[in-house]
């Protein structure tokens, strides 16, 4: 199946993490049509986030990343296992960035002072993909605007990557609301030993 949407100019893809998983998942849609694209699940077996596979809405594997949260390379391998971007990044910077080596060029991007979001520009200057994160969010959820010079599925599963590297997949309000609920829980149940 060709996933590979006709090339006029930019195109956006909304990334978002669905909440009730057992592991990450990523839901993937057009945001043209609204129509689901793929999802990139983390592999049962995989841990700290090494692995993640890009599917159709068939199932079929479109690309994996492959990667260590030790690690400062990732590779994004095709289906038949051939390496078709590698991604690293440096061990310490003042801001939040890496380096893609696709299609025999390299591209880099460098977030803002606040880092939550990152543009890609190819050596000669060609744009790549924009990643623009919602900070405060339920679920964690993003925007990727992926220019000619990219390929959908690369970029999409280059910013999933960067997502899980930076922003470790989570969102701060779903984490928050988790953390409050587990309070009050907690709280509730001490209240009512102590009445007993």
């Known amino acids: 199946m060709d996933v590979t949407p006709e ?24 945001e043209a049509n609204g129509q689901q694209v793929g999802v990139a699940r ?48 440096p061990w310490i910077a003042v801001r939040k960035n890496f380096k893609l080596f696709y299609r025999d060029e390299e591209i880099k991007a460098q977030g803002g002072l606040l880092a939550w979001g990152f543009e890609a520009f190819s050596s000669s200057g060609l744009f790549a993909f924009r990643l623009n994160k919602k900070i405060l969010a339920i679920r964690d959820r993003f925007l990727v605007e992926v220019g000619d010079y990219m390929d959908w599925a690369h970029a999409v599963t280059s910013a999933i990557v960067v997502d899980r ?32």
């Open 7 to 30: 090339k006029s100019g930019y195109h956006n893809y909304i990334v978002q993490q669905k909440i009730m998983a057992m592991r990450p998942v990523y839901e993937i849609f057009d």
């Open 42 to 89: 983390q592999t049962w077996l995989s841990f700290l986030r090494s692995t993640v596979n890009l599917e159709d809405m068939q199932g079929n594997r479109i690309l994996t990343a492959k990667g260590g949260f030790f690690d400062k390379t990732f590779w994004i391998l095709d289906r038949d296992g051939n390496k078709t971007v590698k991604l690293t990044r």
């Open 165 to 196: 590297i930076f922003f470790k997949g989570t969102s701060c309000g779903c984490r928050l609301l988790c953390c409050i609920g587990l309070i009050i829980v907690l709280f509730a149940m001490v209240i009512l030993l102590s009445l007993l």
